[in-house]
């Protein structure tokens, strides 16, 4: 397992915005993807990116937030607008090393080899 390094998390008032980075160790062919656990809910999908640069965004998350990737410095970022207190949870940043993303289970936890250690995101109302 390669563990990625996440930064970016904090407090924001809602409507407020933040991004999060995470450094990987330089995949080539990747699917990467974005997830997070709230209290007490089981961890979930948030956006998803391929290396053939196709997205997947949870329905929450749509219109809002954004994913990419600096590939020349191996970096994953979530750009988050318009956060909302719903938003509140403790996101991971995770990637598997393939040709772009199962079209099937790309927004499962499951699919994924590779994890960051997690970053808190809270948003107050």
């Known amino acids: 397992q390669v563990q990625m390094v996440e930064s970016g998390g904090g407090s924001v008032q809602s409507g407020g915005s933040l991004r999060l980075s995470c450094v990987d160790p330089?995949?080539?062919?990747?699917?990467m993807g974005w997830f997070r656990q709230a209290p007490g809910k089981e961890r979930e999908g948030v956006a998803v990116?391929?290396?053939?640069?196709?997205?997947k965004y949870a329905d929450s998350v749509k219109d809002r937030f954004t994913i990419s990737r600096d590939n020349a410095n191996n970096t994953l970022y979530l750009q988050m607008s318009n956060l909302k207190p719903e938003d509140t949870a403790i996101y991971y940043c995770?990637?598997?090393?393939?040709?772009?993303?199962?079209?099937?289970?790309?927004?499962?936890?499951?699919?994924?080899?590779?994890w960051g250690q997690g970053t808190q995101v809270t948003v107050s109302s």
């Open positions: 995770a990637a598997v090393a393939r040709s772009g993303c199962p079209i099937m289970t790309s927004m499962s936890q499951n699919t994924y080899s590779d």
């Open positions: 330089g995949y080539t062919e990747y699917c």
């Open positions: 990116l391929s290396n053939y640069g196709g997205t």
